[in-house]
C-alpha cells in the first residue's frame, strides 16, 4: 500500500483517500473520469451538498502518490470522527439506510446511480448521516440493474430487521461481517411471523434463495431482463417502505432510567451537573468523549457549550433513546454511539488496518467517566491500574467519578458474587490514578459518597 492510503480505502479501483502533511485528499484514477465529470456536471453533486447529503470538496493542484493513475486530486471536507455501523443505534442505522435510498433516487434523476450501498460510506456529521463517498456515483446504462441492491440489503434491510424483529444486539454481526450480514443467514434468523412483511420476503427470503440459485452462474445477469428507470426508482421506493416500517422500541434495560432511579437525590444531581460544568469550563475541550454516557445527560453540558461529544454507552436502548433526542432537538455537537468499554471495537479486516480501533480513533484532549469506574472495576474485574492506564492512552485531561462500594448501585453488583476487591477504595483509586494521573481538583457530590475528580495525564 503506497505510503499515506487510508487502511479502508485501498480497495477502490476509482481512487482513493489519503493524508499528506496532515490533510485529507481524495485522488480521482482516470478509470473514473467520466463519471466524475457527470457526477459534477449534472447537477447531482450541487444538490446533494445543498441538502446536505454529501461532504463537500474542492479540486486542488494534483498531487502525485505514485499510486494509481492520477486523474483529479480532491480535498473533501474533513469529518471530526468516523465511526461504524456496528456502533450505531438501531435509529442512525435506520437514518442511513433511508439517506443512501433517497440519495441513489437522487442520482436515478439526474441518469446517475450508485455503484455500491456500502454503509460504511455513511458518517454522522453535524447530528445527520452524510455520504462520503464521491467516487461512488456512475452513469446509468439504461436496462442495468442496480448492482448495489444486494449490499444495500446485506448492509442495512438485514441487520435492521433482526434488530427489529429478533433482538436488537444481532447489530453486532455487522463486526464479524464487514460485507453486511448474508442473507441466508438472515434468512434463517429471522422468526417465521417476519415473512408476514412482503417486503422483507421478497428483499431478504426469496432474496437469499435466487442468491444461493445462481450462485457462481456468470450468465444469470445476462439472462435477466432489461430493468427501466422507473423500475429501479420503484425498488428503491419499495425498500424504503420496508426500512420505514421496522421499529424497535429502547425499553425493558435498567441503566436507560438510570437517572431516574436512587442515584442521586434531586439537590446531588444538581450538584454533580454543576462539578462538571465547572470542570468543561476549566478545560474548555475541544473533543470530548463522554464514556457510559447512559442517555446523555452530561455529554449535553460539554455539547451544549459547543464542544464537539462522542457519547458512548454499552447500553443498546441507552444509545438509542440518546440518538433520538439528537434527532428530535437537532443537536449537532453530539453523537450517540454503541461500545462495550471492555471489549471495544477492534482494529479488523484487512491487515487490522481496514476498520481502526476506537482507541485509534481519538481525538479527544478530554474524557469524562461519570458512575463507570465500579462496572469496569467491579462487573468486568479489570484492576483500577489498568483503568488508568487505558483512560491515559485516550485524551490528556480526565473527568471520573468514583463510586464507593456503600453506594447501592455497587451494593447491587456485589449483590450476586463475593466481594474480591480489596483494593477498591477511594484511597486505592486514587493511588492507582496518580500514578499515570495529576490530581487537579477532588470534590465531592452532595447527598452521597460519591466524589468527582478532575485530573491531567503526567
Not at 447529503?53 to 479540486?59: D, F, G, K, N, S
Not at 448492509?155 to 444481532?170: I, N, T, W
Not at 450538584?271 to 469550563?281: A, M, N, P, Y
Not at 490528556?396 to 463475593?418: G, M, Y
Request: neutral net charge; charged residues 25%.
Amino acid at each position: 500500500m503506497a505510503e499515506g492510503i487510508l487502511g479502508a480505502s485501498f480497495r477502490d479501483p476509482s481512487g482513493f483517500l489519503f493524508e499528506r502533511d496532515g490533510v485529507l485528499y481524495r485522488q480521482v484514477d482516470r478509470s473514473c473520469a467520466d463519471d466524475y465529470a457527470a457526477l459534477m456536471e449534472s447537477g447531482l453533486y450541487e444538490e446533494l451538498v445543498r441538502e446536505r447529503l454529501l461532504v463537500a470538496h474542492e479540486e486542488v493542484q494534483p498531487i502525485d502518490t505514485g499510486a494509481g493513475d492520477l486523474h483529479r486530486t480532491l480535498r473533501p471536507e474533513r469529518l471530526p470522527f468516523i465511526s461504524y455501523p456496528y456502533e450505531w443505534s438501531f435509529s442512525a442505522l435506520k437514518d442511513a439506510a433511508k439517506t443512501t435510498l433517497d440519495i441513489q433516487l437522487a442520482a436515478l434523476r439526474h441518469g446517475m446511480t450508485l455503484k455500491d450501498a456500502s454503509a460504511y460510506n455513511i458518517q454522522f456529521h453535524r447530528g445527520r448521516p452524510v455520504f462520503i463517498d464521491t467516487l461512488s456515483f456512475a452513469r446509468r446504462t439504461e436496462g442495468s440493474p442496480w448492482v448495489g441492491y444486494r449490499q444495500f440489503c446485506q448492509h442495512f434491510l438485514a441487520p435492521l430487521a433482526l434488530m427489529a424483529r429478533r433482538d436488537v444486539r444481532l447489530s453486532q454481526l455487522l463486526r464479524v461481517h464487514l460485507d453486511g450480514i448474508p442473507l441466508d443467514l438472515a434468512s434463517a434468523l429471522l422468526p417465521r411471523r417476519a415473512w408476514l412483511n412482503l417486503h422483507l420476503l421478497m428483499h431478504i427470503r426469496v432474496h437469499a434463495r435466487f442468491q444461493k440459485r445462481y450462485e457462481g452462474d456468470a450468465r444469470a445477469t445476462e439472462r435477466s431482463r432489461p430493468v427501466t428507470s422507473r423500475a429501479l426508482a420503484n425498488l428503491v421506493t419499495a425498500l424504503r417502505s420496508a426500512v420505514d416500517r421496522l421499529e424497535w422500541k429502547p425499553e425493558g434495560t435498567e441503566w436507560a432510567e438510570y437517572y431516574d432511579g436512587d442515584s442521586y437525590t434531586d439537590t446531588g444531581s444538581d450538584h454533580k451537573r454543576e462539578l462538571v460544568s465547572q470542570c468543561l469550563d476549566v478545560l474548555k475541550p475541544a473533543c470530548l468523549w463522554d464514556l457510559g454516557a447512559n442517555t446523555g445527560v452530561f455529554s449535553r453540558l460539554a455539547s451544549a457549550r459547543g464542544i464537539p461529544t462522542l457519547s458512548f454507552d454499552i447500553d443498546p436502548a441507552c444509545v438509542e433513546r440518546n440518538y433520538r433526542e439528537v434527532r428530535k432537538t437537532g443537536e449537532e455537537n453530539i453523537l450517540p454511539l454503541l461500545l462495550d468499554l471492555a471489549n471495544p471495537s477492534p482494529g479488523i479486516g484487512w491487515a487490522h488496518k481496514e476498520r481502526e480501533s476506537v482507541t485509534a480513533r481519538s481525538n479527544a484532549d478530554t474524557v469524562m467517566a461519570l458512575a463507570l469506574i465500579h462496572h469496569l472495576a467491579i462487573s468486568n474485574n479489570v484492576p483500577l491500574d489498568r483503568i488508568a492506564d487505558f483512560f491515559a492512552g485516550l485524551a490528556p485531561n480526565l473527568i471520573i467519578e468514583f463510586v464507593p462500594k456503600s453506594d447501592p448501585k455497587v451494593k447491587t453488583l456485589l449483590a450476586t458474587r463475593e466481594d474480591v476487591f480489596p483494593h477498591y477504595t477511594q484511597e486505592g483509586f486514587e493511588a492507582a490514578f496518580q500514578t499515570r494521573f495529576h490530581m487537579e481538583a477532588a470534590m465531592d457530590v452532595r447527598d452521597s459518597e460519591r466524589r468527582l475528580y478532575r485530573l491531567k495525564r503526567k
